[in-house]
């Protein structure tokens, strides 16, 4: 049974940082591109970032600079570090797995607030 498991998020202040984690079991993580989307209430889901099973990365304009993604194919984990948080990141943020099919995580809340 394939599971992916995030962990991290919270509140934070403007500003501020969280770092994201996305723990994945039942799959061949090395073998997977992985990500992060986003869905803020009202809106719809939204790609942040992607790392191919090679490496490669990309992000959403609004994160660039700001937002880091990274995998560790050791601990078949996932990261999204997250800088200068702006009250637009609020969001709920999910963990996806690709590689023929397309698994998802359960989300974690991040909210960015004074």
């Known amino acids: 049974q394939v599971q992916l498991v995030e962990s991290g998020g919270g509140l934070v202040q403007p500003g501020g940082s969280l770092r994201l984690s996305c723990a994945a079991s039942?799959?061949?993580?090395?073998?997977?591109?992985m990500g992060w989307y986003r869905q803020a209430p009202g809106r719809q889901r939204e790609l942040v970032a992607r790392?191919?099973?090679?490496?490669?990365?990309n992000y959403a304009d609004s994160v660039k600079g700001r937002f880091t993604i990274s995998r560790d194919n050791a601990k078949n984990t996932v990261y999204l570090q997250m800088n200068s948080l702006k009250p637009e990141d609020t969001a709920v943020y999910y963990c996806?797995?690709?590689?023929?099919?397309?698994?998802w995580g359960q989300g974690t809340q991040v909210t960015v607030s004074s």
């Open positions: 039942g799959i061949n993580f090395r073998l997977n591109a």
């Open positions: 790392i191919t099973n090679g490496g490669n990365t």
């Open positions: 996806y797995a690709k590689r023929v099919l397309e698994h």
